[in-house]
């Protein structure tokens, strides 16, 4: 008989551990939405088609250079997309073929890092940008490491500086979960780490050398539902514009201290009846892009079906009106 009080007692014990747990997530998420930063107004929501037999794309990041959508997919490692757009989707056509990629500086990497890399070939594309010159930059999930195509197609390696000196901060130190965006502006260049913890890594150039300036650790609270994270950035004049897919938001920071300034949300959107998916354990949103007052976000759903229909696992890109308050 006292045995079996103490396990009634037990038992209680937990169920109360449970439902104070329960109390607090729910007050957590009641919180956070009541904290929901002034939404983009959406103009357009367009699924992604593919123009080609090309399988199926995992959309990792967005860039608008010289009239030009592009879009990069952690699945296809030798492929540079480019969007057209039509009134009710957006179709993924092949632009760049990468070609022979050069072996990037993998010596001081760990050994099963070397190892994977040297026998898949593959660098997980997670952020593509450019510059004025024709160049275009793609960043590595993988390695943390940039890749330089020329404008005559030469392609090279920037190092792996970037990577150690983001190490040396703990950041990337977590698999998957490394470099997930990349901006390119003038001589100055951002590199995000993803996630536990997220952080920065400004680059800038000189005379031709691109070498890191800044490396910013920004832990944030951790969350019991979803982690803080980067998956996307912009590198402006006013500042730097990062993707927050898991709050469903986008933030400016300052230059100097990367310091949050400003933000503007797009829950109501992803999080919809008519768009969300059926896995809503985490936010979607992989790359961010600018056009004059418009701005692109594409999402990428591991093939997952919409919650509406679930034979359509396609994509979305959303197009919204860039606020007055950018």
């Not at 104070?20 to 699924?47: F, N, S, V, Y």
């Not at 072996?103 to 898949?120: A, C, H, M, N, V």
């Not at 150690?164 to 470099?179: D, K, M, Q, Y």
């Amino acid at each position: 008989m006292p045995r079996l009080m103490g396990l009634v007692k037990t038992k209680g014990l937990i169920e109360t551990i449970f439902s104070g747990l329960a109390a607090l997530l729910l007050a957590w998420a009641a919180t956070a939405r009541a904290d929901e930063p002034q939404q983009l107004k959406l103009i357009r929501a367009l699924e992604v088609y593919s123009a080609s037999e090309i399988g199926a794309l995992q959309p990792s990041g967005l860039a608008y250079c010289d009239g030009r959508l592009l879009m990069v997919s952690d699945r296809h490692n030798q492929t540079v997309f480019t969007f057209r757009l039509e009134q009710d989707r957006a179709i993924a056509e092949p632009w760049i073929q990468l070609g022979d990629i050069p072996s990037p500086e993998l010596d001081s990497y760990p050994f099963g890092q070397r190892w994977l890399t040297k026998i898949s070939r593959r660098y997980d594309w997670e952020g593509v940008s450019c510059d004025a010159e024709g160049r275009l930059y793609l960043v590595s999930e993988a390695l943390a490491q940039v890749l330089v195509r020329e404008s005559d197609g030469r392609l090279h390696w920037l190092g792996a500086e970037a990577y150690h000196r983001g190490r040396e901060l703990g950041l990337f130190e977590h698999t998957n979960a490394f470099a997930e965006g990349l901006a390119v502006s003038g001589d100055g260049m951002v590199m995000v780490a993803e996630r536990q913890p997220r952080g920065l890594v400004f680059l800038h150039r000189q005379a031709g050398n691109w070498n890191v300036q800044q490396v910013r650790y920004l832990s944030g609270f951790p969350s019991l539902v979803r982690p803080d994270d980067f998956s996307g950035v912009l590198l402006e004049e006013r500042g730097v514009y990062t993707l927050e897919r898991n709050h469903f938001k986008v933030c400016r920071r300052s230059l100097m201290e990367f310091t949050e300034e400003q933000c503007w949300g797009y829950r109501s959107v992803e999080e919809s009846p008519a768009l969300r998916y059926e896995d809503r354990r985490y936010g979607k949103a992989e790359g961010l892009a600018r056009n004059g007052s418009r701005l692109y976000l594409v999402l990428d759903n591991n093939e997952d079906a919409r919650a509406v229909d679930s034979g359509n696992r396609r994509p979305l890109l959303f197009v919204f009106q860039q606020p007055q308050n950018w």
